[in-house]
């Protein structure tokens, strides 16, 4: 049975006050806290006011177990990141509570994209799947729906600053009013134990409006709370070193184990390449840049954590237009590719000229309790033409 949480309007003593210490840290970044300033940050300023209302409105659900601090903005901006052009306003929120206004500034032509973000870097709990959400309304319309956003990034470190990687976004409609935002079943990479959490205006298509953001979160689901398992190999087999484990790398006379895409950009067939099996890729734009996926293959992996990934590659005479390539790796939790993932991001590119190239990517060290991994090449064109390349002998190498 499904249980809703109603919440009561619950009225403080007015006598009752909290102060709100306003700090720059160490890097020039403002913070808000209901503590005072560290030594190392500077106080700009101490605000005192009667301890908040909470507003919600009738029948409203709440996700279970939020992890954002300080969601629905009753204390001011505490808990998040605030940067130059963000600020709090009381009575603007949703049910008229306390909200987050964003409103970035428009860059110069000739500078790059300027964004402004709110951040709260979160720990994850347990293992499993998450959700998302948050409401937001427009004061003004942006250019581009892409203007304003909800970014989410998986982080390996608990204060994410290292090993980050970019989940999902939330995106509103260009419309007045306000808008619920939301996504479930976001499966963190592998390895991550933070989750950075950004609102985000783009300065160059927010159209000089502003964001206003109220409640946001960001949830485990039932599933997640299930204890991190410990990685173990054990039942794994000790594969043979030196073996290649991709299946019909050479192309010998079809692309059999391989996942090949086609559509009206690209183009994957087998193909007698300078006289032998090979993978024929030819990637077509009428206008821009261009790049995609050619094929992949998900391959078991052994006991062993160590491995080299290769494969050759050749620039067709044919090509019309510059073009590039990409071999790369994605290691997984479970087999057949599935669970949590850990991109890699180191990869091998080919150079735009004549001749076999040989890409090589040594020393790939598996994480713990990766159990599989997906080999993906990946081909782009520069401009408006065609680029074709040939792709053979695809190895992932087991070392001792």
């Not at 990934?309 to 019309?320: E, I, Y």
């Not at 990869?347 to 890409?359: C, I, N, T, V």
Request: aromatic residues 10%; glycine residues 8%; positive net charge.
């Amino acid at each position: 049975m499904k249980i809703f949480l109603l919440l009561v309007l619950v009225l403080f003593s007015t006598g009752a006050h909290s102060k709100i210490y306003r700090c720059i840290d160490i890097d020039g970044k403002t913070i808000f806290k209901d503590s005072e300033c560290l030594d190392e940050e500077n106080l700009v300023k101490i605000v005192t006011y009667p301890k908040l209302k909470t507003y919600a409105e009738p029948n409203y659900k709440l996700h279970f177990h939020n992890l954002v601090k300080n969601p629905a903005f009753d204390k001011d901006l505490v808990e998040w990141t605030v940067p130059e052009y963000t600020w709090w306003e009381k009575k603007v929120g949703r049910s008229g509570s306390g909200a987050a206004i964003i409103q970035a500034v428009k860059p110069a032509k000739n500078k790059y994209i300027y964004e402004t973000s709110l951040e709260q870097c979160v720990t994850l709990q347990g293992n499993g799947d998450y959700g998302l959400s948050a409401d937001l309304k427009l004061a003004g319309l942006p250019d581009k729906t892409s203007g304003v956003r909800l970014n989410l990034y998986w982080y390996k470190s608990l204060d994410c600053k290292t090993w980050g990687s970019f989940a999902t976004y939330l995106e509103p409609k260009r419309q007045g009013g306000w808008q619920h935002l939301s996504r479930k079943n976001l499966t963190p990479t592998m390895g991550a134990v933070a989750a950075l959490i950004k609102l985000t205006q783009n300065g160059r298509d927010s159209g000089s409006g502003k964001a206003i953001w109220d409640n946001v979160q960001f949830f485990p689901l039932k599933k997640s709370y299930a204890p991190v398992k410990t990685a173990k190999t054990d039942d794994l087999p000790h594969l043979a070193s030196r073996v290649n484990l991709i299946q019909n790398s050479g192309f010998s006379a079809s692309v059999q184990g391989w996942y090949v895409s086609s559509g009206n950009s690209n183009q994957a067939v087998w193909s007698m390449g300078a006289g032998i099996g090979a993978l024929k890729a030819t990637i077509k734009s009428s206008d821009k840049s261009l790049g995609t996926h050619v094929a992949s293959q998900c391959v078991a992996l052994g006991q062993q954590r160590n491995y080299t990934l290769g494969a050759r590659f050749l620039r067709d005479t044919q090509s019309n237009q510059k073009g590039g390539g990409r071999l790369r790796l994605t290691w997984f939790a479970e087999g057949d590719c599935h669970g949590a993932a850990s991109p890699i991001w180191r990869h091998a590119d080919p150079e735009d000229r004549g001749g076999w190239q040989s890409l090589v990517v040594e020393k790939l060290v598996a994480p713990a309790q990766a159990r599989s991994a997906r080999v993906e090449l990946i081909q782009s064109v520069r401009g408006a033409g065609k680029f074709i390349g040939y792709w053979d002998d695809v190895v992932l190498i087991p070392e001792a």
